[in-house]
């Protein structure tokens, strides 16, 4: 099974936890439908999506106070033992997405 890893970062990588106290909140879907929501984590600014089948996969990170208000991935789930860590980062100051950043590595 393979695992997808979401980070939430600032121009200098440094955790974005939050935007005026508000979490980033990411959402795992598939064919058209939520299968898991999560927080990202108010220390490490991340999530998880463990176990996953292969197939199609979006990722969407929100967050009502920056721009894009929603920022997607899609992920393509083959290999059986991969972790797919995706880091959307942004430029805190303005509050504007710069990237998304996309690494597959073998699952221990």
Do not use: K
Not at 2 to 25: E, Y
Not at 72 to 92: A, C, K, R, S
């Amino acid at each position: 099974m393979s695992d997808i890893f979401v980070m939430v970062r600032n121009q200098n990588n440094i955790a974005m936890t939050s935007v005026d106290g508000i979490a980033f909140i990411t959402l795992l879907n598939r064919d058209g439908r939520v299968l898991a929501e999560e927080t990202v984590a108010l220390m490490e600014a991340d999530a998880g999506f463990d176990d996953l089948a292969a197939g199609q996969y979006t990722v969407i990170v929100r967050h009502e106070l920056v721009e894009p208000r929603s920022a997607t991935w899609d992920v393509t789930i083959g290999n059986q033992d991969q972790v797919i860590i995706l880091t959307f980062i942004y430029l805190e100051p303005e509050r504007v997405l710069l990237r998304i950043l996309a690494t597959i590595e073998e699952r221990l």
